[in-house]
T-cell receptor, first 113, second 116 residues
Framework: DQQVKQNSPSLSVQEGRISILNCDYT??????FLWYKKYPAEGPTFLIS?????DKNEDGRFTVFLNKSAKHLSLHIVPSQPGDSAVYFC????????????FGDGTTLTVKP | DTGVSQDPRHKITKRGQNVTFRCDPI?????LYWYRQTLGQGPEFLTY????????KSRLLSDRFSAERPKGSFSTLEIQRTEQGDSAMYLC??????????????FGEGSRLTVL
């Protein structure tokens, strides 16, 4: 049973528009939620995170929203840039071992110029 | 600041052979993790160390897999009697346990294993 799901394998948006990547989870014991970006032939790179005590965290063009009642989180990228084209992984972990993350299968974002 | 480095980047081996991967974490990080990633999936947790102690192993880690982190610095992941199903990207990550942190991981570029 997959505890973290990214239901959209791919997303294509126009440069300058908003990209919204979604993630659902099933385990209510998760305390932290993170987004990673991965370019080909590189390891994942940490992008932004949110604690379960918050519902929004913003860092520049990136905002993560958490809806605990729906067990849903989303990553908003505004405005989207061609350099944002990558695979985005949603991940979740518990406070007892924050680095032991459960990952979704990723969403490939393509930002068209 | 050097990031997490892994060696080798790519290993091709024949079924039944043993392979070893090495990971050098970010020097001030006290936690080191191994993950495995197959095509089209996200990374899966294998094991982690806090300093030199191996504190948790996933059920995914069969007895053919062993990991060490002597002296709490670099780590090695050895796979004995490789099988074709072991073909994957093996990712190492490190982190620093800190107050207010959310467990963000710093990944290396990975070691890709191909078992023929």
């Amino acid at each position: 049973d997959q505890q973290v799901k990214q239901n959209s394998p791919s997303l294509s948006v126009q440069e300058g528009r908003i990209s919204i990547l979604n993630c659902d989870y099933t385990n209510s014991m998760f305390d932290y939620f993170l987004w990673y970006k991965k370019y080909p032939a590189e390891g994942p790179t940490f992008l932004i995170s949110i604690s379960s005590i918050k519902d929004k965290n913003e860092d520049g063009r990136f905002t993560v929203f958490l809806n605990k009642s729906a067990k849903h989180l989303s990553l908003h990228i505004v405005p989207s840039q061609p350099g944002d084209s990558a695979v985005y992984f949603c991940a979740a972990s518990a406070r007892t071992n924050a680095g032991k993350s459960t990952f979704g299968d990723g969403t490939t974002l393509t930002v068209k110029p | 600041d050097t990031g997490v480095s892994q060696d080798p980047r790519h290993k091709i081996t024949k079924r039944g052979q043993n392979v070893t991967f090495r990971c050098d974490p970010i020097s001030e990080h006290n936690r080191l993790y191994w993950y495995r990633q197959t095509l089209g999936q996200g990374p899966e947790f294998l094991t982690y160390f806090q300093n030199e102690a191996q504190l948790e192993k996933s059920r995914l880690l069969s007895d053919r897999f062993s990991a060490e982190r002597p002296k709490g610095s670099f780590s090695t992941l050895e796979i004995q009697r490789t099988e074709q199903g072991d073909s994957a990207m093996y990712l190492c990550a490190s982190s620093l346990r800190r107050q207010g942190g959310t467990g963000e991981l710093f990944f290396g570029e990975g070691s890709r294993l191909t078992v023929l």
